[in-house]
C-alpha cells in the first residue's frame, strides 16, 4: 500500500477514532501512521481543536428568566 | 392479614414516597436545564424557539414523571421528549432531501485554510474561524445531520444515546455523524474562505 492511500485511509479513521468508535486493532493501526506522519498528525490536532472550537462557539447560556419559569413549571407541593 | 387501621396507613405511606420520588425526580430535571438548552439552541432557528421547546419539554416530563423508570439514562429521556416535540411542532414540514453531491473529505477544511491562509501556524489554525462562522455553518446543515451533530458534539451523547433519543438505528446516527461533519466543514471553508465547497 502506498503512502498516500495509507493518509486516504487515515482521513477514514479520523471521525471513529476521535469519537474511540475505532476497534482495538484499527486504533493501533491509526496511532502507527500518526506517530509518523506529520501530514495525517496535524490534522487529526485540527479535527480536535474544531470540535472543541465548535463545542464552544455554540455554548449559548441559558436565559435566567427560563430557568425560572422551568422551575415554576414544577408540581406544587400541597 | 392487615388490620383496619393499616391500609390507609400504607396508602398514606404510599402517597409520601410518591412525592418524594417526584420531588427528587423534579430537582434531577432541573438540574440538566442547562444541558438541555444547549442541545435545544442549536436544534431550531431561533431562542425563542428553543425557549418555548424548552418549556414544553419540562411540562411534558413533569406529567409523565411516572414513565421514566429510576436508574437509568435521565439525559436522554429528557431529550427523546424534546425531539420528538421538535417534530411535532412541525418542523419535519421543512424536510428537504439532502441532494448535493457527495462532500469532501475529513482533511478538506484544514487542507483550504492551509492553502488559503498559509500554514505557518498550524496549531492554532482552527482561530481562523469565527464564532459566529461556526454558528451560521452549522445552521446550514440539513437537520437531520445537524441533530446527530448537536446531540454527539455539543450534547455530549454517545452514538448509542443519540440512536435511542432519535429513535434510529446507531449505524444511521454514524452515519449521519459522519456526513454530517463533512456538510459541516465544507461550509465552514465557505464561510471562512469564500470558497464553493
Redesign the interface.
Known amino acids: 500500500m502506498g503512502f498516500e492511500s495509507i493518509c ?1 485511509k487515515c ?2 479513521m ?3 477514532y476521535l ?1 474511540r ?1 475505532l476497534n482495538e486493532t484499527e486504533r493501533r493501526e491509526a496511532e502507527g501512521h500518526l506517530n509518523g506522519c506529520g501530514y495525517c498528525s ?2 487529526y ?3 480536535e ?15 435566567a428568566e ?2 425560572a ?3 415554576s ?3 406544587p ?1 400541597l | 392479614m392487615s388490620g383496619p387501621m393499616a391500609e390507609p396507613e400504607t396508602n398514606a405511606r404510599r402517597i409520601a414516597e410518591e412525592a418524594r420520588d417526584r420531588v427528587r425526580f423534579e430537582e434531577e430535571v432541573l438540574e440538566l436545564s442547562d444541558q438541555v438548552y444547549r442541545v435545544a439552541r442549536r436544534l431550531v432557528p431561533t431562542r425563542e424557539e428553543a425557549e418555548d421547546l424548552v418549556q414544553d419539554t419540562y411540562a411534558r416530563a413533569f406529567r409523565s414523571w411516572r414513565s421514566y423508570t429510576p436508574g437509568t439514562n435521565l439525559r436522554a429521556w429528557l431529550m427523546r421528549i424534546l425531539t420528538n416535540l421538535n417534530i411535532d411542532r412541525g418542523r419535519r414540514e421543512q424536510r428537504t432531501p439532502d441532494t448535493r453531491p457527495m462532500e469532501e473529505g475529513d482533511y478538506f477544511l484544514y487542507n483550504r485554510l492551509e492553502e488559503t491562509t498559509g500554514g505557518n501556524d498550524e496549531e492554532r489554525i482552527v482561530e481562523r474561524l469565527s464564532q459566529d462562522g461556526v454558528v451560521q455553518a452549522l445552521s446550514a446543515v440539513p437537520h437531520d445531520f445537524r441533530d446527530a451533530i448537536v446531540l454527539v458534539d455539543i450534547g455530549d451523547f454517545s452514538y448509542g444515546e443519540a440512536a435511542q433519543i432519535l429513535d434510529i438505528p446507531i449505524g444511521t446516527v454514524m452515519s449521519r455523524l459522519h456526513r454530517g461533519r463533512r456538510i459541516l466543514k465544507s461550509e465552514l471553508a465557505e464561510v471562512a474562505v469564500g470558497e464553493e465547497a
Open positions: 486516504e482521513e477514514e479520523l471521525q471513529p469519537d468508535e496535524k490534522r490536532r485540527f479535527e481543536d474544531l470540535r472543541r472550537f465548535v463545542r464552544s462557539a455554540c455554548d449559548e447560556p441559558m436565559p427560563l430557568k419559569k422551568l422551575a413549571l414544577r408540581t407541593l
